[in-house]
Structures are given as structure tokens and as C-alpha cells.
């Protein structure tokens, strides 16, 4: 039987190399007369069987600004996953390569496009885990869009999985997430907030020189990254809110989206 997300393998065509990451390599392709980029999963670098349960509920999220998974193709190995195609690459490395010459509305507009992305996943019941601007990507248009929600879970390295861990995102997670695990959209707000703060920053790594440990100490003790220079005031007072240590004390992502919206058309 054919599922509804299965990629036939005659119907796609691989091309070059654009990037890599966690599972693996990503290539361009074509898929229907369409672009497409293809990640390609390597072994035993995701639990498929579970990813595949999900993968219906994935495409069936379906949003402007998300982007959008087309299907699975499972027939070939490794297997694939057949995304839409983003021409500017992921957001951390665009706003590095652009530093310098990116303007207040520029900025403002990644914000809310996240924002919009975002308020649709907390509509629907369903937690990003890993937000940040090296999960979002840039389109030909410079529009940007959210990217690898929920993936972390499909993660079977260790090192990844656990706050303890060298590669957990403990820079982009909230106090919640790192004590005791417990994401929700209230947690991907907080990383809302820190990407927030990259954008503004052009691209930096946050808390560039502090180890994990020392982040977290920090945290405890109520200090927050500061206020980039580039970033508005009213900017920086909604990336404040996100860092509140009290979950439901932090803002929604709708709330957001009305905030960012209305210093937008506030501008002169
Ligand atoms: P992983 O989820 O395996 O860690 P990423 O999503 O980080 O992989 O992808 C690795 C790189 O591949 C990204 O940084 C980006 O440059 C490129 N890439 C991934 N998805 C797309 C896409 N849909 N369109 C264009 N480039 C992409």
C-alpha cells in the first residue's frame, strides 16, 4: 500500500551538494517540476521508524511561513526527506554574510516572519524544541522561514539529546527545558527571544565566549544577554519578555506577532 507522504524515487532527481548537517548531506533536486532540497538521512543517525509516524502529522503542517515538507521517500537508502527549496541557505549564515547592511525593516520583518511561522505551530498543538537562527531559512525573496520543527526527537545521538550534552542548544533553551526537560511553546518562545537576539546581532553566537556551564550559572543568577546595538528598545523590552523565568509570564507567539506588527507599520 502507498502512503500519502511517499516520494516515488523515479519522480526525483538529485543534484548538487548545498549543505549538511545532523543527518547528513543536503542536495538540491527536482521533484515535479519543482526545486527541491533532499536530506539525505544517514545510517543509524535518526530513528526512522518513529519518524516516519510522524512525518504525516509534519506534512500536514502546512504554512507560508514553515518550510514545507513535500514527503518521504523511503524506497531508496538512505532514506530522504523532500523539503521546499530555500535559496538563501539558513538564516545565522545569511545575516553574517550580509552584516553590516541589513536595515531596521529588514530585520524587524525576519523577526515577524518567525513570529508568524511560530504563532502557526503553537495554533496547532506543536512544539519547534530546537528554534534558532540556524533552524530558520532565507527564500530568493529574503523571506524567512521556519524550519526543522519537532526533528530533535528523531536525534539518536547521545551527545544531542541531553542538557548535560556538548551539543545541546542550551543557548537558545529555556531554565524549564535544561532542569528538567519540559519543552512548550512557552520554551520555544525563549528561544524566540535569543533569535531574536542574533538577528539584531548580525549573526553572533550568543554568550560567544562562555561555556554552557557558565551559561546556565548566569541564567540562575537573573542576568540575560544585553541589548544589541542595533536593536530598537522596544525590540529589546519584547526579547526581556521572552526571558522571563516564569513560563506563562512569557508572551505567546501571537502576542508577539501583534507587537512586532505594530512597531512595523510605527516606523517612519
Ligand atoms: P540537519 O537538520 O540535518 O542538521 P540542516 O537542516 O541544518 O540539517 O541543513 C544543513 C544545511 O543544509 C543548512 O544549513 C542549509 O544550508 C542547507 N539546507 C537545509 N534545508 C534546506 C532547504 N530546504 N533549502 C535550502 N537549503 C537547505
Redesign the pocket.
Known sequence: SKEEWEVDPDELTLGQE???????L?L?GRWREMKV?V?MIREQCMSDEEFKEEARIMMRLSHCKL?QLYGVCTQRSPMCLV?????N??LS?YLRTKKGHLSQDLMLRMCLDVTEGMAYLESSNFIHRDLGA??C?VSENNEVKV??FG?TRFVLDDQYTSSQCSKFPVKWSAPEVIRYSKYSSKSDVWSFGVLMWEVYSEGRLPYENRSNGEVVESLNAGLRLLKPRLAPDAVYLLMEWCWKERPDDRPSFAALFYELNSLLTCEP
Open positions: 548545498i549543505g549538511s548537517g545532523q543527518f547528513g543536503v538540491e532540497a536530506k518550510v523539503f521546499e527549496l530555500m535559496k541557505g539558513c549564515n540556524r533552524n531559512l524550519s526543522d526533528m
